[in-house]
C-alpha cells in the first residue's frame, strides 16, 4: 500500500522531511521518496497532512493506572508515602477495562508501544493482548537482606511468564527500582541475567534531592522514610558504584534530575541513555532535568509520560509539548526537533524494537494527521507538530490500521 502526504518526517539519521513524499509498505516499510511506483491501494492524505513514525512511550507504571486524584503530588517522599498507603487498593482497582483505558489513551495520542515497569506480575494478563506494542521490564524492588532470595524467586517467575510471549511485539526486559531501594546482591543476580540474555535494563536514577543527599550522606528525608518502614538506616551502596554496574548492558536510566557530571559522564561511557518524564518530574516537585547538560554529555534521551501514578494523561504529544514549554534553556526550534527524536527514534532503540523511522526495512510503525494550515518553514514544521497534534487520524503498527 501507498500513502502520500505533504509532509512526511523520517527521523531518519539526517532528520530527512520530504515535501510531497510517499511510502510504499506492507508489514515494513518497502520504500520512501517522492514520485515512487503506483500501488494498487493508494491514498493521499490531502492539504497540510503528515506522516511520521508512531510515538514510544519509553517508561510507564499502567498497573497505577487506577490512580486519578489518591496519590498525593507535591512532594516526592509524600508521594513515596502515598504510594505505599494506597498501592495495594490502586492495583485492585486496575482491571480490564482500567488497562484498556490506559492503551485506549496511548493509541489516540499515535504511541505504537510503551516500556511497561511491572512490580507485580499481574499486569501480564492484561497486557498480552494489547494492541500496541510492549516491552515488559519486570521490577526487582527490596533492600531486607532477609528477603532477598523469596524477592528473587518471585522474580524469576515473574520474568519467565513473561518470556514466554517474547516476539516481534513484546519484549521482556528487567527493572532495577533505584539505587535506594534495591539490595545489592539482587542488582547482581538479576543484571547478570540481563548480560546472559541480552536483556534491556530501566533503573529510576537521582529522581529527587531526597535520593541525592541519601545516598551521599546517609541523611535527609530518606533516613526518616526508611527508618520507618524498614528499620534500615544506611545506604547500600554509591550512586557512581550503582552506575558501574550497568556496564555492558543496554540501560536507561529514568529521571537523573539530580545526577552531577561524574554520573552523566559515566552514563555516557557506559552508553546508557535517559528517560526524561517531565510533568512526572513537576508534580511530584522534584525539579527539572537539566536537557543542555544531557546534550552536552552526548546523551541520548527519551522522554516519557511514566505512570498515571505520578502524570495526568498518558498522551505523549502532551507531554513533549510540556517539555517544550518547561525547558527555557533550550531554543524551541531545536528542542523540538530533539523532542519528536526522543519519543521516535531513541525509545526504540532503548525498548529494542525496530521502529522509529521511516526507512526501508523497519516495520510500518506510523502516523498520520494533520495540521490546521499550512506551514510556511519547513524548519519550523517539529515545533508545529508539537504545538498543534494531541490525537493522530491513523496508526498503523506493523503495515495494520489499529486507529
Ligand atoms: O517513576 C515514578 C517515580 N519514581 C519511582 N517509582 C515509581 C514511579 N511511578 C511508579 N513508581 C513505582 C515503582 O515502580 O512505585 C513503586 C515502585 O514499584 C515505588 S516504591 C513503593
Ligand atoms: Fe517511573
Known amino acids: 500500500m501507498k500513502l502520500k502526504a505533504n509532509y512526511v518526517v523520517t527521523m531518519n539519521k539526517s532528520y530527512e522531511i520530504i515535501e510531497n513524499g510517499e511510502i510504499i509498505f506492507d508489514k515494513e516499510i518497502i520504500e520512501i521518496g517522492t514520485n515512487l511506483p503506483k500501488c494498487e491501494k493508494e ?13 514510544i512511550n519509553s517508561h510507564t507504571h499502567l498497573e497505577f493506572s487506577s490512580n486519578k486524584t489518591l496519590l498525593e503530588y507535591g512532594d516526592f517522599i509524600i508521594w513515596l508515602n502515598s504510594v505505599i498507603k494506597h498501592r495495594e487498593t490502586l492495583f485492585v482497582e486496575c482491571k480490564t477495562e482500567c488497562f484498556k483505558k490506559a492503551i485506549d489513551e496511548m493509541k489516540k495520542s499515535g504511541i505504537c508501544a510503551f516500556g511497561e515497569i511491572s512490580s507485580t506480575g499481574d499486569d501480564l494478563k492484561y497486557l498480552k493482548h494489547s494492541p500496541l506494542k510492549v516491552a515488559y521490564f519486570n521490577e526487582i524492588i527490596g533492600t531486607a537482606p532477609g528477603a532477598v532470595d523469596m524477592l528473587y524467586q518471585d522474580f524469576l ?45 530501566q533503573a529510576h536514577f537521582m529522581e529527587s534531592k531526597a535520593e541525592r543527599r541519601w545516598l551521599d550522606e546517609g541523611e ?4 526518616l522514610f526508611f527508618e520507618k518502614h524498614f528499620k534500615n538506616a544506611k ?15 543496554k540501560t536507561t536510566f529514568v529521571h537523573c534530575v539530580y545526577a552531577n557530571d561524574k554520573e552523566l559522564s ?23 532535568l537539566d536537557l543542555e547538560r544531557v546534550k552536552n554529555f552526548s546523551i541520548d534521551y527519551s522522554v516519557a509520560t511514566d505512570g498515571l501514578s505520578s502524570n495526568y494523561s498518558l498522551n505523549l504529544f502532551k507531554e513533549i509539548r510540556a517539555a517544550l514549554l518547561m525547558h527555557i534553556e533550550l531554543h524551541p526550534k531545536y528542542l523540538a526537533k530533539d523532542l519528536l527524536k526522543a519519543v521516535t527514534i531513541n525509545a526504540a532503540k532503548e525498548l529494542g524494537f525496530n ?3 521511516l526507512e526501508p526495512g523497519k ?24 504545538l498543534h497534534t494531541n490525537e493522530v487520524d491513523h496508526l498503523f503498527i506493523n503495515g ?3 486507529k
Open 266 to 288: 559515566k552514563i555516557k561511557e557506559i552508553k546508557a541513555d535517559i528517560a526524561h518524564c517531565p510533568v512526572s518530574n513537576r508534580l511530584l516537585n522534584v525539579g527539572l
Open 400 to 402: 495494520k490500521l489499529i
Open 220 to 223: 535527609g528525608e530518606f533516613k
Open 43 to 55: 491514498i493521499d492524505l490531502g492539504e497540510n497532512s503528515v506522516i511520521m513514525p508512531a510515538l
Open 157 to 201: 517467575v515473574r520474568l519467565s511468564e513473561s518470556q514466554a510471549l517474547e516476539g516481534k511485539n513484546f519484549k521482556t526486559g528487567i527493572s532495577i527500582h533505584s539505587p535506594y531501594s534495591v539490595h545489592p546482591v539482587l542488582m547482581d543476580k538479576v543484571i547478570e541475567i540481563a548480560k546472559k540474555k541480552n536483556l534491556p535494563i
Open 363 to 386: 516495520d510500518a510503525d506510523m502516523v498520520t494527521f494533520k495540521l490546521p494550515s499550512k506551514v510556511t518553514q519547513k524548519e519550523l514544521l517539529p515545533l508545529q507538530i508539537i
Open 235 to 249: 545506604p547500600f551502596i554509591k550512586p557512581i558504584e550503582f552506575l558501574e554496574k550497568f556496564k555492558n548492558t
Open 355 to 357: 521502529n522509529g523511522s
